[in-house]
């Protein structure tokens, strides 16, 4: 397991290495210039010239690259062009609240999809499992922001029970948590419902209930722990989807988290903050899917983890 947790983080260099490449070539494709922004449109272009010397902007871009790479490698993402703060403090101010967001909306979406998918799995072609399997596209159809303007208009404007804006106590954060689960408890209900119907047949389950075994036992214990690897792998990557799916969230919502700086870096052209930010959600990513891949191995003890 350790040599394979190693072999795995050294496989992520090569991957992040395209995410700052990537990363890096896009906020220079945008239109806009940052020295611009920085100086004012009126400013005269001696200044514009004066502050892209500063900045390194007339250099060639692939010596950008590479000064930007270096300062990344020692955990120094520059400084914000929009108000010269650190970029790694307004990264630290608000990705505690994104990540909060998103490990909520998970665990709801996995509580929800499990057990969805789990009685549907169970009152297979009946009229439950249809109306179930009915909703659960109807959620995983709807676009995050538009499911949270719905929510914000029904609950929080017409029946005001909930807040319509911010982060932090629980009448703010029900909206923004459905919102943002919704859709990865639709998936995760599908896909546990395939992989249970696989296994609940199996020899081994009809072995369980000839011997007697409590048929919530049969289905909990010796089906679904069988059943959740493919559902494992969708939860790696729908906490990925939420990471990216919480900058429309909380643009709804108006909650101060990392994905609204990213828009609001991206279209004051912050080149720094954008890359920084963008960086910190693609290795928490690949570290998520780490943990699912050694997960794998916790579950089933046959998985080969070459």
């Known amino acids: ?33 940052p020295a ?9 272009e001696a200044t514009v010239k004066a502050i892209e010397a500063r900045l390194g902007l007339n250099d060639p871009l692939y010596e950008q690259y590479f000064r930007f790479l270096g300062n990344v490698v020692q955990l120094d993402f520059g400084s914000s062009i929009r108000d010269n703060i650190p970029v790694f403090d307004h990264i630290k101010a608000r990705f505690a609240i994104t990540l909060e967001l998103s490990v909520i909306s998970m665990i709801f979406s996995i509580f929800w999809g499990l057990l969805v998918g789990i009685i549907s799995a169970v009152r297979k072609y009946t009229f439950e499992d249809v109306a179930m399997m009915v909703i659960a596209l109807f959620g995983l159809s709807m676009p995050n922001f538009w499911l949270g303007l719905m929510l914000i208009q029904w609950f929080a404007i017409e029946f005001p029970i909930f ?23 639709a998936i995760i209900a599908r896909m546990t419902r395939s992989s249970m119907l696989d296994v609940i047949d199996q020899d081994y389950i009809r072995t369980a209930r000839a011997k007697g075994v409590k048929e919530g036992s049969v289905i909990l214990r010796h089906a679904l722990k069988n059943a959740l690897i493919p559902v494992i792998t969708v939860v ?17 919502f108006a909650i101060n988290g990392l994905g609204r700086l990213i828009i609001d870096s991206i279209l004051q052209r912050d080149f ?25 191995r916790l579950l089933n003890k046959r998985v080969d983890l070459n």
């Open 163 to 185: 807040k319509p804006t911010g982060w932090g106590s629980l009448e703010q954060n029900i909206l923004p948590v459905i919102t943002l689960g919704t859709a990865g408890a």
């Open 36 to 44: 611009v922004i920085m100086a004012g449109e009126s400013a005269p």
């Open 1 to 33: 397991m350790t040599q394979f947790i190693i072999r795995r983080l050294l496989q992520l260099i090569p991957v992040l290495l395209g995410v700052t490449i990537l990363v890096f070539s896009l906020m220079h494709l945008t239109p806009g210039n």
């Open 272 to 296: 720094p903050v954008v890359q920084g930010a963008i960086l910190v959600i693609a290795v928490v990513f690949v570290l998520v899917n780490l943990i699912v891949d050694i997960s794998y």
């Open 236 to 252: 790696g990557i729908q906490f990925g989807s939420f990471l990216a799916g919480s900058v429309l969230t909380e643009s709804v």
